[in-house]
């Protein structure tokens, strides 16, 4: 069965540099969520999309957006990095509309490395 | 806000021992609770949800949880430990209505001994 699949995997990047993380989720599933995992912690939740519409923000700093695009892929846009951005970032997308099962089904993890 | 508490950052265990990671959540309304499995540099698998049906969920790998409005826990069990079980463990919350995300507990290390 597909997954929900990012890239790259990894990242180095340097500090003040950009980055941006590409998320493609299960087909058919209408919302993607990211959340940022630092070293030690739990997934924080940064933002979401249904329909390619936010609807739901969390701890997003604002040097961070993110968007939806029509064939349902997300990104992550990271400005102005920080040594504390390093961190491992999780993409998910669920069904929300019509038969949903609740669960969020997680990708592998862009690893980001801020130098 | 829902949000969810896990006993214990680290759980130690012998290998065949019984397992109880413990997870409690505030929430005025019952919500959908979820447990995720983390193995190292890995993504978040699921184990098991509750979505208001029965009480007692079984999931995968032989892991379970109950679900117990009265005390607002969803702890997480398994019989006998498997040197595999090694893993962090995040229990989770979800509104029925509203927004959609997960909100994790802390996470519970579980170490698995010989």
């Known amino acids: 069965a597909a997954g929900v699949i990012q890239s790259p995997r990894h990242l180095i990047k340097e500090k003040r540099e950009t980055a941006t993380l590409k998320c493609y989720p299960i087909p058919r599933h209408d919302t993607v969520y990211w959340y940022q995992q630092g070293p030690g912690q739990d997934p924080q939740f940064l933002i979401s999309f249904y329909e390619k519409m936010q609807s739901d923000k969390g701890s997003i700093p604002d040097r961070f957006s993110a968007q939806q695009f029509s064939d349902y892929h997300s990104e992550l846009n990271m400005s102005s990095l920080e040594l504390g951005d390093s961190a491992l970032y999780f993409c998910a997308s669920s069904l929300t509309g019509g038969y949903n099962t609740g669960e969020l089904f997680f990708g592998e993890g862009s690893r980001l490395t801020v130098l | 806000a829902q949000s969810v508490t896990q006993l214990g950052s680290h759980v130690s265990v012998s290998e065949g021992a019984l397992v109880l990671l413990r997870c409690n959540y505030s929430s005025s309304v019952p919500p959908y609770l979820f447990w995720y499995v983390q193995y190292p540099n890995q993504g978040l698998q699921l184990l098991l949800k509750y979505t208001s049906a029965a009480t007692l969920v079984k999931g995968i790998n032989g892991f379970e949880a109950e679900f117990k409005k009265s005390e607002t826990s969803f702890h997480l069990t398994k019989p006998s430990a498997h040197m595999s079980d090694a893993a962090e463990y995040f229990c989770?919350?979800?509104?029925?209505?509203?927004?959609?995300?997960?909100?994790f507990g802390q996470g519970t290390r579980l170490t698995i001994n010989p």
């Open positions: 989770a919350v979800k509104m029925l209505q509203g927004a959609q995300k997960l909100v």
